[in-house]
């Protein structure tokens, strides 16, 4: 069973219903101990870093998570679910959660339209990323967002794939059983839905 954490922001049901699209098991919870007995977790995020992290820990589920990754299960967060991730971001000065990720997240540059809000594509780094496998060349997916992973001061192994608009950023975060997406597989039609059938299939090989 695949748990979707409810911190109160997102596309909460889109997520499941896209999970069910590829044949996952998904329920939506904000119990901690739900989300610590799930085989997989996913953290989705529209809106606001600080809302988001502050939901995330008030709930008590930050330690849910922590003890989810250090457990080896797969885990994968969406949009601002990807941004937590980091302990800064320019757009609060909340703390992040602790540890998942070295870096930052900044604001899109004033040159382009922001918040970026549309179809894009990735250039990718790391092929063998399992979340990358049966996607052809050219694949595009769905970002809305104004703010986004800085690749510089992150690990280079933990980048991907980056993006660009205005800027180069990193669009897609992998370390070990940590994946992030800034675009939303659960709006990207055949190519999200293949992201996330790559996530299930990590969890049904344990």
Known sequence: MIAIIDC??????????????????????????????????????????????????????????????????????????????????????????????????VRLPATVKVPEMGWNTLDVKRPECPLFNGLTDGARFYFAHSYCADPAGMDPAAVAATTSYGIEYCSVVWRDNVYGTQFHPEKSGRDGLQVLRNFAQLVALG
Do not use: H, W
């Open 8 to 105: 109160g922001i997102g596309n909460l049901r889109s997520v499941q219903k896209a999970l069910e699209a590829v044949g996952a098991a998904a329920l939506i919870t904000d119990e901690p101990a739900t989300v610590s007995a799930a085989d997989a977790l996913i953290l989705p995020g529209v809106g606001a870093y600080g809302d988001a992290v502050a939901s995330v820990k008030a709930k008590g589920l930050d330690q849910a998570i922590y003890d989810t990754i250090a457990g080896g299960k797969p885990f994968l967060g969406i949009c601002v679910g990807l941004q937590m991730f980091f302990e800064t971001s320019e757009e609060s000065r909340v703390v992040g959660l602790r540890g998942i990720t070295a870096g930052r997240v």
